[in-house]
């Protein structure tokens, strides 16, 4: 599975308190937020703890309310666990991850960041560049030099 998308941007998950009024609206419900974070960002990273929390219907509308390009990238969890049979979910084993992950750490180095991106376009395979403590302002750097390279 390719993504249509070169570069990913996304967060460790949509419901971080501190984007409460400043990257979601005020007074939005909790079941509208991955709707809206989706418009924004192509990617969403859940721990095995959150994704194998989550029932069949979950998975369902979660998968409902996110566009094609969207993807779901997993934490290896239990392999018991349901899981949707989707191209959009895609779980993160170690060797995967250490190919098409880049973490987002405090003080992200931007032009390693845009070699890596230049390195995945040689090969055509994606690079979720994701952000642990969901730093809006550090994600949206990385989308701006996501622009910026073309991607």
Request: proline content about 6%; charged content about 15%.
């Amino acid at each position: 599975m390719t993504p249509a998308a070169l570069v990913l941007v996304g967060a460790a998950g949509w419901a971080h308190p501190a984007w409460r009024g400043r990257f979601y609206p005020e007074g939005m419900p909790d079941d509208w937020m991955l709707s809206y974070y989706n418009t924004q960002y192509s990617a969403v990273y859940l721990s095995a703890a959150a994704w194998q929390a989550a029932s069949e219907a979950d998975w369902a509308q979660w998968l409902h309310d996110t566009m094609d390009g969207f993807y779901f990238v997993l934490e290896p969890g239990d392999a018991g666990a349901f899981k949707p049979a989707s191209e959009r979910v895609l779980v993160a084993s170690p060797s995967w991850a250490a190919a098409h992950v880049w973490w987002l750490d405090e003080a992200p180095n931007l032009r390693l960041l845009a070699q890596r991106i230049t390195q995945r376009a040689t090969t055509g395979e994606p690079l979720f560049v994701l952000s642990r403590s969901g730093n809006l302002e550090l994600m949206e750097q990385a989308d701006t030099l996501r622009q910026v390279m073309g991607y």
